[in-house]
Every structure is written in structure tokens, then in C-alpha cells.
């Protein structure tokens, strides 16, 4: 039973991952256990980041960027990580949490974009867990916000083509191709790692696919479905996207693309 314990590459690891923690921190410990896939450590760990950041943000009144960016990064790793092991009603309660405490004002301003992204949390849960009935009622955001309105689409194309509608997620689809292709959202980063063009633009192959299949498979269904994730490049060969990994990667609320493809090309 305690065999592995006389090998050596077994206490270099124990010994690495220790190093790990002290150096690194809880918050890329919880990255680590996402992509591993140890998805319950990483709720369980969010939620005592949660009551750490609460207690003390009450005991020394934190301002600034912490409250406002870091400790929303922690419900939003939460929303991540329960969606991954279908605890809906965690992922459902951490999204919502990351959405109505941000300030709608600071998200406006240069180099606060990523915030948008925070707000726009909801909908990728609804998407995760198909809850359409929740999503078509909610009303687009500001005209302002391009980013979250790129999502609302993509969420609500998703929505409309899950209840028969496919002339209106065609609709939603070409409002996401134009904001996609919007000069702002090539130059506007998420926490200076991927643009949210890059982003919208998986978020535009998940929804074509996701359309061209609800027509019948199809080859275009797999080519916008197909996903080389290993790589990190998503989409067809000639509309290839390539995006990062940071420490909680936009593109892992997305609809997997990989597994959609795969059910289609087995049709």
C-alpha cells in the first residue's frame, strides 16, 4: 500500500508541490488543481479563499483594486470549477455574485476590461447547464459594453437554436460576427493575456457549428466545431484562433467544442 513511498520520483514530487505552494500561492494551487482536474479541491479551496478575502476586506476595510479585481477572481475561479463537476447551484451562485458586485463604472474604463468579462459570468453558466428558459428573457447590456454583448449574443444564439429558432440565433450570430470583427475588441485585452477578439471569435465558431448542426451534419458543423485545444488553437483550418492560458482561461467557461465535433462526426 506504501510502496510508492521508497521512490524517489514520488517525494521529489511531494517535495516539488510543497515548494509549489509556498512560492506560487493559493490562487495558481487552485489553477493547478483545475487542470489536473481535481475540480472538487478547487471548489473547496475557493470557498475558503472566499471567507479569507471576507474576513478581511471586513476587518481592514480593503479598497482599491483588491476588492474591486482579486477578490472577484476567486468567485469567478469558484463559477469555473463547480460548472466543471455540475454543481449548478455554486457555479450558478458565484457567477451572479461576480456580476452584481462590479463596478459598472470602472469596467468603462481603460485597462478595467476585464471586468466585463466578470459581469458577463451568468452566461456562461446558463450555457453550462442549458437553463435556456432563464436566458432568452434577459435583456442585452448596455450598448456600450461590446464585449458583454458579444456573449449575450452567443448565449442567446445558443438558446434560441435549443428552442427551434434557427432564423433568430442566425440573427444572434451575425450581431457576434460584428462585434467579433470590431477593431476595439483586437486591441482590448482580458488581463493583458488573450484580446477579446480572440475569445468572441471561439465563441463565433462554437455558435456556427452549433447552427450548421441543428441544419443536419454537416462537414462546415465539424469544420467550426473541430478544436485543437492541446495547441490551444480553436476553429476551422482556414479561421484557426489561437488563445492562452492564464490563470483561469476565458475559453474554459466555452461550450467544448471537442466533444460537440466528435458527437458530430459520429452521426
Known sequence: MFDWMAGSEAWVALISLTA????LGIDNIIFISILVGRYADAVAANEQAVQADNAYIAQCHAQGLYPVAYVPH????LAAAASFIGDKEKAFAASLHVRDRQDTKLMRQPGYA????Y?????FAWVRFGQWDALLPEPAPAEDLIY???IWNYARGLARIRTGDLDGAAASLRRLTAIADDPEMAV??????????QVLGIAREVLSGELALARGPSVEAIQHLSSRLSSHTVGSPSRAISVSSSGSPQWMR???????AVKTATM
Do not use: C, D, K
Open 188 to 197: 482590448t485585452r482580458l488581463w493583458e493575456i488573450n484580446t477579446m477578439a
Open 119 to 123: 459581469w458577463s459570468m451568468p452566461y
Open 148 to 150: 458583454p454583448n458579444g
Open 114 to 117: 476585464t471586468l466585463q468579462h
Open 254 to 260: 466555452m461550450l467544448s467544442t471537442r466533444e460537440v
Open 74 to 77: 476567486n468567485h469567478h475561479f
Open 20 to 23: 509549489l505552494e509556498i512560492v
